[in-house]
């Protein structure tokens, strides 16, 4: 029976992460982000205590757990070494990974890996979820797996805020009150596959080399604000229109990039173009897109039927995923 189990989902930035300060391994940002936290697609830890450490992943399918390449292993390292600074953790721990999702999907896999990890050392550690001190040094944990898991610790829409402090200790993500419950999202799956260029990489290169980073770092800041008094004032069609705003600043700095960061294919503009037409006949849609092909539709409840004929008859073999907010990290019994 494992020491620890947690559970967490990923989440969906309608304000993008893209630059890391200086510096780069602790994941510290150089602007705030906004996101929502999926309803599904939960990764599960499983802590146990064993001879050394030991990182492994199951198949999203179901199926025998194999050890995670040593090449992968720098940033489950860096999480459990920061845990064992704050808390008396077994000296060697086995972690295994039990994603729901192929990480190949786009959605933001690591983001649901490294919070369920941060919450399981949490918990480990003698902590609660529940305590809001706790959650946020949970919240600080993840992030140093992989930046936007710090996000996944919270349910619903969730703002992390970048802080200035070089050790980090004021980066990290704080819940939103529970507003627009019935906000849908639609992924439409162009094109799974693992993207050409990783975000880690993509946002390294284009903090050296796009021209437009210096604007797109007020932008995001500017951005959050907008969504976040969208939110307070119940009002999606400002919260899309800012969200897809912001996803398009993204791709203009990436394709400002040297050499350019594509992310978007032919089928990913056609279905900005569709949401467009869409609004000009007085239908709230909107689109996000992440460092990938796949966008997601931004929408209310009534839209969806006419979301589904539509990218059905555009994209009759690219699977359709309706989406809502959903619940952040939780303690799973064993
Ligand atoms: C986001 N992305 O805010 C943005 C939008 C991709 C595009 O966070 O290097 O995997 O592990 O901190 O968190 C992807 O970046 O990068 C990401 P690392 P991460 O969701």
Not at 26 to 37: K, M
Not at 264 to 292: I, K, S
Not at 294 to 319: K, W
Request: glycine share 8%; charged share 15%.
């Amino acid at each position: 029976m494992p020491l620890v189990r947690a559970s967490a989902a990923p989440n969906l930035a309608l304000s993008k992460y893209w630059g890391k300060r200086p510096g780069g391994a602790a994941n510290l940002p150089v602007a705030d982000s906004l996101s929502v936290t999926l309803n599904a697609f939960r990764t599960t830890v499983e802590l146990r205590a064993a001879r050394q450490d030991l990182i492994l992943w199951a198949p999203a399918a179901g199926g025998p757990t194999a050890p995670l390449p040593d090449r992968l292993l720098p940033p489950y390292t860096r999480v459990l070494a920061a845990a064992r600074r704050d808390w008396d953790l077994p000296p060697g721990l086995e972690a295994t990974f039990l994603p729901t999702l192929e990480p190949a999907q786009g959605l933001a896999g690591s983001a649901a890996a490294f919070a369920a990890f941060a919450a399981a050392l949490t918990i480990l550690g003698g902590r609660s979820l529940s305590h809001p001190e706790d959650l946020r040094r949970a919240s600080i944990l993840a992030r140093l797996g992989s930046g936007s898991a710090c996000r996944s610790l919270h349910g619903g829409f969730v703002r992390w805020q970048r802080g200035e402090l070089s050790d980090g200790s004021d980066s990290f993500a704080i819940p939103l009150p529970p507003v627009l419950p019935d906000l849908a999202l639609l992924v439409v799956l162009l094109a799974p596959g693992r993207k050409a260029t990783s975000s880690t990489e993509g946002m390294l290169r284009s903090a050296a080399t796009s021209r437009l980073f210096p604007w797109w770092i007020d932008r995001c800041n500017q951005d959050c604000d907008a969504i976040q008094a969208a939110l307070q004032a119940n009002d999606f069609a400002t919260l899309g229109h800012h969200a897809e705003a912001n996803a398009l600043a993204l791709h203009a700095v990436c394709l400002a990039s040297t050499p350019p960061l594509l992310y978007a294919t032919p089928d990913t503009l056609r279905v900005f173009q569709l949401a467009a037409d869409l609004r000009a006949q007085g239908l709230p849609v909107y689109v996000t897109l992440d460092a990938g092909p796949n966008p997601v539709l931004l929408h209310l409840p009534p839209a969806r039927a006419r979301l589904h004929s539509e990218l059905g008859a555009l994209f009759p073999q690219a699977p359709l995923l309706d989406l809502w907010p959903g619940d952040g990290a939780r303690h799973e019994p064993r």
